[in-house]
């Protein structure tokens, strides 16, 4: 097993935590030196924090760990491409390399919508890797959204039974 896949499975084992918590399942590791030295998911429901993506909590951690904002020498691994603000926040970071699972073609900016990481006019370039796991990545987002609608369905079903027990006086 490539040391990337080896690391997205690290970054997926974060993805179901966010899941377990039923926000959306989106995980995130950075490597330094070939070791993970932070992991992050998905907790902006839980945290009520719109900034409470996968990879800014792992890049807070993993500056933390370094003692600098500065993350040179960092991959960072995600099972989503980067939203516009973790692109920028990965750029601003000085991140080395994204490696990313599933691509994402409505708000993806490392080459779906935009491609914040690769920009020329930036002082920093991101290499980048699409595409490792990608099929477990995708997999595990298509069904939390699949169990998400049936829910929001199930709940709709159940009010319109309650309302119309209301209107039949049962």
């Known amino acids: 097993m490539r040391d990337e896949e080896k690391f997205m499975k690290e970054a997926i ?3 179901k935590k966010a899941y377990a918590l039923r926000e959306v399942p989106i995980g995130c590791v950075i490597v330094y030196e070939g070791k993970i030295i932070a992991r992050g998911y998905n907790r ?18 993993a500056s933390k760990k370094l003692g600098d904002w500065r993350l040179e020498g960092c991959t960072l691994y995600v099972t989503l491409e980067p939203c516009q603000m973790c692109a920028g926040a990965i750029v601003q970071a000085r991140i080395d390399k994204v490696v990313i699972g599933s691509m994402n073609p409505k708000a993806g900016c490392a080459g779906s919508v935009l491609n914040l990481l690769e920009m020329d006019g930036f ?48």
């Open 44 to 61: 902006r429901n839980t945290d009520k924090n719109t900034t409470s993506h996968a990879e800014i909590n792992a890049i807070r951690k």
């Open 123 to 170: 002082n920093h370039k991101v290499e980048v890797e699409r595409g490792v796991l990608e099929e477990e990545c995708s997999t595990m987002l298509s069904g939390f959204f699949k169990e998400l609608r049936m829910e929001k369905a199930k709940a709709k079903a159940k009010a319109k039974e309650l309302e119309e027990n209301d209107k039949t006086g049962i």
């Open 13 to 15: 084992r974060q993805a």
